[in-house]
């Protein structure tokens, strides 16, 4: 009923939602998001019981900082990046989407374009090697209280047989305030 | 086209609305989320998402999020933009600005915090904005209301096509694994207590998620009347306030996703009454 008034009346707009519902059925299909195209699929597979879940956590001389002070915004913008941080670290600072990139784009383009595609996609050793140095300013704004030095960390959680966190934390980065 | 009479209130719908995206751009300054305030992230993450991809290859968030002066210009004008459409709604111009503005601010926010969210109220409902005659108004406001029903109609139909809904306990763990942290700073109170408790109970916590299914899958019923906005506007709400007490996903942004569902020509009408009185 919708669709056969907006053909009568605004034939463009007609048109503009059949591709985008052509689109959104595609990318639903095949499963990968492209902005304005969002898949609401989260939460939707059947989650497998854990043994324990790696966390990650800043600790401070006086103990952990909880994120959860914070607004959502905030403690994502300081702690969800630490992650993907910390797995390219393990990969010797290589970004993980590099394979992606040469494999759509390499030999497909000349040398120079695909340099310059390259370079807008894949995080290179410099920005790496600045990440910390970000991370501490963010945090310093976040956190009014200052710091002396403060130590990124992973951890494990055990809900069985009772909750608990592992003894030991394995640290990502430190950062030295004074 | 002969201009037909308006369905929707289009003025003060725009002045709510964008009134809205402005309290939530306050929101994302008092919470040092505005590009200015991030300090000038250094890590992109543009995943797999084509769009993103595009803009990162120009190097236009990388551009925006680097130069603070830039970022800086960035916000202020979006929340010029976003005030002058409170108070001109008849104008084009500055909404295209607050449209391109707040999708530029989000998928910068989501490259820098590697993880592209999916919080998109705000970015969906200044857009029928961007018609001036009624009756394209009228059809891009239903426009919206329909993708909205949509996106959560293809999020309930997710939840049983991969299996989440007939899983005996897959809430228990989304449950163990959301507030494995949480629970390091949060151990007593009466939220833990019942996060603990559904952990505990995994029968119960699952039908909670069979339920929030439902809530998705009922905005199937908006695709044929709006008699029933109301009801579907209470089972959003009820959504997102579980997701918040439960999984700590706040939902101010996505706030805007409930405009649809409002009964706009009886605002209207009290806002006229109420200003007829004056």
């Known amino acids: 009923m919708f669709l056969k008034k907006v053909y009568q009346q605004w034939r463009a707009f007609f048109w503009a939602i059949i591709i985008a519902l052509a689109a959104q059925f595609f990318f639903m299909a095949k499963g990968i998001e492209n902005v304005p195209f969002f898949i609401y699929s989260m939460y939707s597979y059947a989650h497998q019981p854990q ?128 | 086209m002969a201009e037909t009479k308006a369905y929707y209130p289009r003025k003060m719908m725009a002045s709510l609305v964008f009134g809205w995206l402005f309290l939530i751009l306050v929101y994302f300054f008092s919470t040092n989320s505005l590009l200015s305030q991030l300090q000038a992230p250094v890590l992109i993450s543009p995943q797999s998402d084509n769009t993103y991809w595009m803009l990162h290859i120009f190097r236009i968030p990388q551009w925006l999020l680097q130069h603070y002066g830039v970022s800086l210009a960035f916000d202020i004008i979006l929340t010029v933009s976003c005030i002058t459409c409170i108070f001109v709604p008849d104008q084009r111009f500055f909404t295209w600005i607050t449209v391109a503005g707040v999708w530029l601010l989000y998928i910068c926010y989501c490259s820098a915090a590697g993880k592209h969210y999916a919080q998109i109220g705000y970015l969906l409902a200044p857009i029928p904005f961007l018609a001036l005659r009624n009756y394209k108004f009228d059809f891009l406001w239903d426009g919206l209301r329909y993708w909205v029903c949509f996106l959560y109609v293809g999020a309930g139909i997710f939840k049983l096509y991969y299996g989440g809904f007939a899983s005996p306990d897959n809430m228990s763990h989304i449950l163990e694994q959301m507030n494995a942290d949480w629970f390091i700073f949060n151990s007593k109170g009466m939220q833990a207590d019942t996060i603990r408790y559904l952990i505990d109970h995994p029968g119960i916590s699952q039908w909670l998620f069979r339920l929030a299914c439902l809530a998705d899958l009922s905005l199937l019923v908006g695709f044929f009347t709006k008699k029933f906005d109301k009801w579907l506007l209470f089972a959003l709400v009820i959504f997102h306030l579980g997701n918040l007490l439960l999984l700590h996903i706040s939902f101010i942004e996505q706030s805007l996703i409930f405009a649809p569902f409002l009964p706009w020509q009886r605002l209207a009408i009290y806002f006229h009454s109420t200003h007829s009185n004056d």
Not at chain 1, 59 to 73: A, C, E, F, I, W
Not at chain 1, 95 to 100: A, F, R, S
Not at chain 1, 125 to 130: A, I, M, R, V, Y
Not at chain 1, 144 to 149: A, G, R, V
């Open chain 1, 51 to 178: 043994d324990s879940f790696n966390v990650i956590l800043v600790k401070t001389q006086g103990g952990y900082l909880n994120p959860y002070q914070l607004s959502g915004r905030e403690s994502e913008m300081l702690m969800n990046n630490i992650s993907y941080f910390s797995k390219m670290k393990k990969l010797a600072y290589q970004d993980y989407i590099t394979p992606t990139v040469e494999r759509r784009f390499k030999n497909k383009l000349p040398i120079n374009t695909y340099n310059f595609v390259e370079r807008g996609l894949v995080n290179n050793h410099l920005q790496f090697s600045k990440y910390t140095g970000w991370w501490k300013r963010y945090l310093a704004t976040v956190y009014k209280n200052p710091f002396d030095s403060v130590m990124v960390v992973s951890a494990y959680i055990q809900y069985q047989p009772e909750f608990s966190k592992s003894p030991v934390d394995s640290v990502i980065f430190t950062c030295y305030f004074k």
